[in-house]
């Protein structure tokens, strides 16, 4: 069997044992630095991924990452930021990691080599769902298995890989390859190929929650003000967007439950709650078509 791409040393930090502790940094952070530049060059890739799961969002479809080991932990963590942040259901965005919850914290051996595994993790999906499976090598089992379920109901499938050769990249029906080159820790794909997979689960959340309109510019509109620090900012949002006083902002927030659009709609359509809540449902949840709507004459 072949060496993978992920497997190859790397020849600029041959000597990293030797090196100071500050030039071990400094090397370190240069081979981040190609992380970024690797990452652009699959931006049409990205897009066209985040154009899929938001569609699949308003068709009803949920979101699912599945992974092994660090792969299988950055999905789970980017899933279940997007409930606080988007204020979305939580069943709407998924992850799973293979050895199930136990190895989220500890090496579970053997799981990522379970093809029979990922077959029975993937049984939750459904033919309106996004399977998106993440992999620095490309050729886990448990994901092989996991894209041979999801193919079998339908569900569309994306590969997050850093090497092109690898088998998730061949079945899978959207590939996003990131090839960030040899580890600093020949490897060691927690490193570069991690920190590149977490820059685009970032991207495929965030852009389709965009997408379906959880946002208003670049405000955190529906997010869930359920401490100080989020009330604070919840308050901050309305006073901006609606062009209000924090004192106004807030009085309309505590109206409204801290429902940061309820009150927007209130404040800049002149509305009560209930006629805020209900021309938001007219719109689909989007403030913006309702901020630019067309006014009567």
């Not at 044992?17 to 090397?27: N, Y």
């Not at 902002?249 to 006629?275: P, Y």
Request: hydrophobic share 40%; charged share 25%; net charge negative.
């Amino acid at each position: 069997m072949s060496e993978v791409i992920t497997e190859y040393r790397n020849q600029n930090t041959k000597d990293i044992d030797l090196l100071s502790t500050v030039d071990m940094v400094r090397k370190m952070n240069e081979e981040d630095k190609l992380v970024a530049l690797a990452v652009e060059d699959e931006a049409e890739h990205i897009a066209e991924a985040i154009d899929l799961i938001a569609k699949q969002f308003l068709k009803g479809g949920r979101l699912f990452y599945f992974g092994a080991g660090t792969s299988g932990r950055l999905g789970i963590l980017d899933a279940s930021e997007c409930p606080p942040t988007f204020s979305v259901p939580h069943d709407m965005v998924q992850g799973r990691i293979a050895g199930g919850k136990d190895a989220f914290l500890y090496s579970v051996e053997g799981a990522e080599d379970n093809f029979d595994l990922g077959v029975e993790d993937a049984k939750i999906l459904t033919d309106k769902d996004v399977c998106v499976v993440i992999s620095a090598s490309g050729n886990p089992k448990y994901l092989l298995g996991v894209l041979q379920q999801a193919e079998e109901v339908g569900a569309k499938t994306i590969a997050i890989t850093c090497n092109s050769n690898g088998r998730i990249a061949e079945e899978a029906g959207l590939v996003i390859c990131v090839e960030v080159g040899p580890e600093v820790i020949a490897g060691s794909s927690r490193l570069k190929a991690g920190t590149a997979q977490k820059m685009i689960l970032n991207m495929l959340s965030t852009g389709s929650m965009i997408k379906i309109g959880k946002t208003y510019e670049n405000f955190m509109i529906d997010l869930k003000a359920v401490n100080e620090k989020l009330k604070d900012r919840a308050i901050r949002i309305v006073a901006q967007i609606a062009d209000v006083s924090h004192a106004e902002a807030l009085s309309t927030l505590l109206k409204c439950d801290w429902e940061i659009k309820t009150a927007i709609v209130s404040i800049t359509q002149n509305l009560d709650i209930e006629k805020s809540r209900e021309e938001l449902k007219k719109y689909g949840g989007v403030l913006r078509k309702i901020m630019y709507k067309p006014q009567m004459a």
